[in-house]
């Protein structure tokens, strides 16, 4: 299997760490062709780019919200669905809570250079490619059915599933490739966001603490359900 993105490997390392590793972790993986870990680096990155990509558009839309607000109703969508629904499963994450807020952020704030990426690389035919089709097996899918149920496959059967994801893992990583272009600053009590103004948006901060934080050791942890 050649290289598995069309992206150079300098730039995904500029996305958050959070982001950066299971795609440097499963590149590693697609190269000893060790397909097993790379299936499992992969959907690590979905896991965790869902809903820290949930939390980026949720605090632009917070900031938005103060002049329209016509945004309020969305986010109290998300944060009723986070609140009743204890825990929250993979899928509630990419069907309820961060594709209404791509498609809030994709009527309130369309000149957000994140909003273009992802409306641009995430909807191809007007269909989410994360959310499967008739013909093809959703990314919640897959990990259930191949990572879900602690069962161990053959590496030809896990090639396969790689081939399958690595679509939409190109996708994605397109998707989110505006935040490369930011600034970070990450302490145990921040996590700023900092992007400069283009000719399409204005200059924005916004901090994902404590949704998305790191510890003393620098961990960083993502805020994934409340407890039942």
């Known amino acids: 299997m050649n290289q598995p993105f069309d ?19 499963a ?8 397909y097993g870990k790379a299936m499992n680096h992969l959907i690590d990155f979905f896991e965790i780019s869902a809903p820290f990509c949930s939390f980026v558009f949720l605090r632009l839309l917070q900031q938005a919200s103060t002049n329209n607000a016509a945004i309020l109703p969305a986010l109290r969508q998300f944060v009723d669905r986070i609140d009743n629904k204890r825990p929250l499963s993979f899928g509630d994450w990419l069907n309820d809570l961060l594709t209404p807020l791509i498609a809030a952020a994709a009527k309130h704030m369309p000149q957000s250079s994140l909003t273009k990426s992802f ?8 269909r989410n490619i994360l959310l499967g089709s008739k013909t093809s097996a959703s990314i919640v899918q897959l990990r259930n059915e191949y990572r879900g149920h602690s069962t161990t496959l053959s590496e030809e059967i896990y090639r396969q599933v790689v081939e ?4 939409r893992t190109q996708s994605m990583l397109n998707a989110i490739m505006p935040l490369a272009n930011c600034s ?15 000719n399409e948006q204005p200059a924005f901060t916004i901090d994902l603490y404590p949704l998305v934080f790191c510890d ?11 407890k039942a």
Request: net charge neutral; with cysteine.
């Open 7 to 25: 992206i150079d490997s300098g730039k995904i390392s500029r996305l958050p760490f959070t982001l950066s590793y299971p795609i440097e972790q």
């Open 27 to 34: 590149v590693t993986a697609i190269e000893k062709q060790q």
């Open 119 to 126: 409306c641009d690389n995430i909807y191809i035919k007007r």
């Open 164 to 167: 399958q994801l690595i679509p």
């Open 184 to 198: 970070y600053v990450i302490n145990r009590d921040c996590y700023k966001i900092n992007s400069d103004a283009t």
């Open 216 to 226: 003393e050791n620098d961990f960083r942890y993502v805020f994934q359900s409340l």
